[in-house]
Antibody
Framework: QVQLVESGGGVVQPGRSLRLSCAAS????????MHWVRQAPGKGLEWVAG????????YYADSVKGRFTISRDNSKNTLYLQMNSLRAEDTAVYYC??????????????WGQGTLVTVSA | DIVMTQSPDSLAVSLGERATINCKSS????????????LAWYQQKPGQPPKLLFYWASTRESGVPDRFSGSGSGTDFTLTISSLQAEDVAVYFCQQYLTTPQAFGGGTKVEIK
């Protein structure tokens, strides 16, 4: 069965960096696009970033462009989110989610349980 | 960017009664080349990640009970629960995936009256 397991969350000071990972199993990882979606405490869902099955195309929400970088290692079945210059407003649960297609214009059919990132002094 | 607006923010429905959630997009999410609406619905129960319910506005994901239905086209969409069950208590989100950035509605919380 499809499994997505996020890790790397924690408490970090404003301006610092953090890298999230998402380990995928139960499907051919290199065939699917992947995304990061976040949810601030008690709030709705915000799409953060996505990339194609082969990593050739990447795209970002304006709120994180220039600060966050999405990447993948298909040999390790792992998705990453490098988060730099973190701000208090980046505090959220970060979910990785599978694109049901190659990475663009498809719904998100599987989600991980999420990892909490707290940005606080 | 396409903005998604859901209504109401919350609703309380008696067990066995109908629940209706609306979603409106600021631009059409109907792609004329394939006549598909790039609109999905997700259900999120407390402490859980979102779960895909519908895509292409009305295609039910495998395993979703048929008391759930999705409808609409262009800019106006509806998620209907025909007979609310206790296990349907959740927050429901619509999402457009036609263009980047993908966008979610603000969510509708469904509770038991």
């Amino acid at each position: 069965q499809v499994q997505l397991v996020e890790s790397g969350g924690g408490v970090v000071q404003p301006g610092r960096s953090l890298r999230l990972s998402c380990a995928a199993s139960g499907f051919t990882f290199s065939n699917y696009g992947m995304h990061w979606v976040r949810q601030a405490p008690g709030k709705g869902l915000e799409w953060v970033a996505g990339l194609w099955y082969d990593g050739s195309n990447k795209y970002y929400a304006d709120s994180v462009k220039g600060r966050f970088t999405i990447s993948r290692d298909n040999s390790k079945n792992t998705l990453y989110l490098q988060m730099n210059s973190l701000r208090a407003e980046d505090t959220a649960v970060y979910y990785c989610a599978r694109d049901s297609g190659f990475g663009e214009s498809w719904p998100l059919d599987y989600w991980g349980q999420g990892t909490l990132v707290t940005v606080s002094a | 960017d396409i903005v998604m607006t859901q209504s109401p923010d919350s609703l309380a429905v008696s067990l066995g009664e109908r629940a209706t959630i609306n979603c409106k997009s600021s631009q059409s999410v109907l792609y004329s080349s394939n006549n598909k609406n790039y609109l999905a619905w997700y259900q999120q129960k407390p402490g859980q990640p979102p779960k895909l319910l519908f895509y292409w506005a009305s295609t039910r994901e495998s395993g979703v009970p048929d008391r759930f239905s999705g409808s609409g086209s262009g800019t106006d969409f509806t998620l209907t629960i025909s007979s609310l069950q206790a296990e349907d208590v959740a927050v429901y989100f619509c999402q457009q995936y036609l263009t980047t950035p993908q966008a979610f509605g603000g969510g509708t919380k469904v509770e038991i009256k």
